[in-house]
């Protein structure tokens, strides 16, 4: 056989091969090295995702106050952040899940006079979300309000491990499809680093309830896994 008809005949062949791997969303062929005569590698990027609604959410609330005296401005604030801390665990927030964030003072023209305003913000962790919409309609006044609200899982590590089972199970089975008459044996399994958003976010709005419609997280896994096929 010629040089050339030997290289029509090996591009066909990756031809195939790509063709086959471009029909599965979640695994991708990364390298295919041979290791003997009657066996071959087999490495794949599979990616598993598990959905879950949140049961847990952050907010943030900010306070503001305004005063011709740049020690009172500070003071009062501090005084308002007390009070929302109080009026938390008062209704059943925990202390521990409650956080002061940051704070600063700086000048302001108040209809013409030099003022001051001291900005503050505060943060707590409700784990009931059933009774959120209540807490939050207590907080709507001209110095205190509430600005975002951040959704999570409480249990994100152990729906991450189903996603990496998951990914796992996918190149598993796409490897099965592919040689199902050879012998398909797992190697190394390398988990690769996500970026993807385990969270959702929401500015508040006071005229709607915030737990309605919440959509579900979608908790990502992506595994490099290399097979050997004989």
Not at 29 to 39: F, I, R
Not at 71 to 84: A, H
Request: with cysteine; aromatic share 10%; net charge negative.
């Amino acid at each position: 056989m010629s040089k050339y008809k030997s290289k029509i005949l090996i591009t066909i062949c990756v031809l195939l091969v790509v063709s086959l791997f471009s029909s599965n969303p979640h695994c991708l062929v990364l390298a295919k090295g041979e290791l003997a005569s009657n066996s071959f590698e087999l490495e794949l990027v599979s990616t598993g995702q598990v959905e879950v609604l949140p049961d847990q959410a952050e907010v943030s609330i900010s306070i503001e106050f305004v005063d011709l005296n740049k020690e009172q401005s500070q003071k009062n604030c501090v005084q308002l952040g007390k009070n929302v801390k109080e009026h938390l665990v008062s209704l059943g927030i925990n202390e521990l899940d409650i956080k002061n964030n940051n704070s600063y003072t700086y000048p302001i023209d108040n209809y013409g006079e030099n003022a001051f305003k001291t900005y503050a913000n505060i943060s707590f962790v409700a784990h009931d979300l059933e009774s959120l919409n209540d807490i939050l309609g207590t907080f709507q006044s001209v110095y205190i309000k509430v600005t975002n609200i951040c959704y999570s899982s409480t249990n994100y590590d152990t729906y991450y491990e189903q996603a990496m089972l998951l990914a796992q199970k996918n190149a598993l089975e796409r490897a099965h499809r592919l040689y199902p008459t050879s012998n398909v044996k797992l190697c190394k399994i390398e988990e690769i680093e996500n970026y993807y958003p385990v969270t959702l976010y929401r500015e508040y709005n006071p005229e709607f309830l915030e737990t309605d419609n919440l959509t579900p997280l979608e908790i990502s896994a992506r595994v490099n896994v290399e097979f050997v096929i004989g």
